[in-house]
């Protein structure tokens, strides 16, 4: 089960582009502690809530027109403390919190299993980015996350470039990559 979703008000989500020179750069960004404060398996809406530079963040993206794809291991639905549709509340919420500030995801894929399970979706494996790619027409791609271990490494897997929150907010993160990307050019 594992998986992608989406709501109808995304606005690239599903759309699926040929390869060529028109694809966009995504940004892979983490949920917990790094969109949304992190609190132990989140399950309902009263409990969440943006961190400091989050909407900014992706409202900048969005007017880069960098897509935003949420990954995110969600192993709380296969042990059981959650529900699918839980997890779907929290998300509803997240987005429409961000919505508030001007700021929209692109799509949000996750991986529901426990680590036991062994899949090829939960980070740091790269089987998330993998149906991203599916997805969307990426040029190239990079990661914002709050853990070194998991999105870190799973950044190294894919050689993307990456970048850590905590001391630095996904803002601080985003204009760092805007300006590698104006020097790219
Ligand atoms: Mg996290
Ligand atoms: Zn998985």
Same mark, same amino acid.
């Given at each position: 089960? !594992? ?9 690239? $989500? ?32 009263? =409990? %969440?809530?943006?961190?400091?530079? *989050?909407?900014?963040? @992706?409202? /900048? ?6 897509? *935003?794809?949420?990954?995110?291991? =969600?192993?709380?639905?296969?042990? $059981? ?6 997890? =779907? ?7 429409? =919190? #961000?919505?508030?500030? $001007?700021?929209? @995801? ?16 939960? /980070?740091? *494996? ?16 990079? %990661? ?7 999105? $870190?490494?799973?950044?190294?897997? !894919? ?5 850590? %929150?905590?001391?630095?907010?996904? #803002?601080?993160? %985003? ?11």
């Amino acid at each position: 089960m !594992a998986g992608r979703y989406n709501r109808s008000t995304e606005r690239s $989500g599903g759309r699926r582009r040929s390869a060529g020179p028109n694809g966009r750069i995504a940004a892979f960004i983490d949920r917990d502690n790094t969109i949304i404060e992190d609190c132990p398996y989140c399950k309902s809406r009263d =409990q %969440v809530r943006l961190l400091k530079g *989050a909407a900014a963040g @992706i409202r /900048k993206l969005n007017l880069n027109g960098i897509l *935003a794809i949420v990954l995110t291991n =969600q192993s709380g639905i296969g042990r $059981g403390y959650f529900t699918l549709e839980q997890m =779907q509340e929290v998300n509803d919420e997240m987005r429409r =919190q #961000l919505g508030l500030e $001007g700021a929209a @995801i692109d799509a949000i894929y996750f991986c529901p299993h426990r680590p036991e399970d062994m899949c090829s979706c939960r /980070k740091p *494996a790269t089987g998330l980015i993998e149906m991203a790619r599916r997805d969307f027409n990426t040029t190239d791609e990079f %990661v914002i996350g709050d853990r070194e271990e998991i999105d $870190g490494e799973m950044a190294r897997r !894919a050689s993307l470039k990456y970048g850590i %929150v905590g001391s630095k907010t996904l #803002l601080d993160i %985003v204009d760092e990559m805007l300006v590698l990307y104006r020097k790219d050019r």
